[in-house]
């Protein structure tokens, strides 16, 4: 079974200041790792994914996330924070041998940027 | 990115009653996906719909409360049926288009129901 872990309901950060958002994952196989951005009163917006090649995966709006195999982490950063990067952040996870089947999301993190 | 449309976009329902949410996708799909994010929750999978065949639902979901419906290939509908306070939630299409970023899958705006 396929898993996902978000251990902070709320990371507050300073604008300006480097922000991590933690993720950690857990699938029979290799993964396919994805970060979501969802703004109030709006769906979800895609931010970046890993698939495979080099771990550090580079996304929209600045945002970056590291793949760790060993960790098993896909934590999402960004260097400088906006006060407009305030959202909710979901991390999700697919097996890659499992087909095309849909995404398990983590309980997902607030992320407060404050000015 | 892909457009999934959703309609409607939020609605305000009587317990007892039912209703449909529509998505639709601008390319064709094999399958689309139903979530449910209750308030302040994750999402969670009701159920895969294929084209042409019964949808697959997940632990907790049954094809009574949310018959699903996949009649081509890009468009379904999902009906929340005999609704009470509990199912007051966002919910949410997706599908991974064929000409979008490869492996991801993309969303629609979401459904905010509210069941009095």
């Known amino acids: 079974a396929q898993s996902v872990a978000q251990p902070e309901d709320q990371v507050n950060v300073a604008e300006g200041n480097p922000l991590t958002v933690k993720c950690t994952y857990s699938?029979?196989?290799?993964?396919?790792l994805f970060w979501y951005v969802q703004y109030p009163n709006r769906g979800l917006q895609f931010l970046l994914k890993?698939?495979?090649?080099?771990?550090l995966v580079k996304g929209s709006y600045g945002f970056e996330a590291e793949f760790n195999k060993s960790q098993t982490s896909f934590h999402l950063k960004k260097p400088s924070a906006l006060v407009s990067d305030s959202a909710l952040y979901f991390c999700?996870?697919?097996?890659?041998?499992?087909?095309?089947?849909?995404?398990?999301f983590g309980k997902g993190t607030r992320l407060s940027v404050i000015a | 990115s892909a457009v999934i449309s959703q309609k409607p976009s939020r609605d305000i329902c009587q317990r007892g009653t039912s209703l449909t949410i529509q998505c639709q996708v601008d390319?064709?799909?094999?399958?689309m996906f139903w979530y449910r994010q209750q308030p302040g929750q994750s999402l969670t999978l009701i159920a895969t719909?294929?084209?042409?065949?019964?949808?697959?639902?997940e632990s907790g979901f049954v094809i009574d409360k949310f018959p699903i419906s996949r009649p081509n290939l890009t468009f379904s509908t999902l009906t929340v049926s005999n609704m009470s306070p509990e199912d007051s939630s966002i919910y949410l299409c997706?599908?991974?288009?064929?000409?979008?970023?490869?492996?991801?899958?993309?969303f629609g705006p979401g459904t905010r129901l509210l069941v009095l």
């Open positions: 997706s599908a991974t288009p064929p000409r979008t970023v490869k492996e991801t899958q993309y």
């Open positions: 699938v029979s196989g290799n993964p396919y």
């Open positions: 890993y698939i495979t090649g080099d771990n």
């Open positions: 999700a996870v697919r097996d890659r041998d499992s087909g095309n089947t849909p995404l398990v």
């Open positions: 390319s064709q799909v094999t399958m």
């Open positions: 719909a294929n084209q042409g065949s019964e949808a697959t639902y």
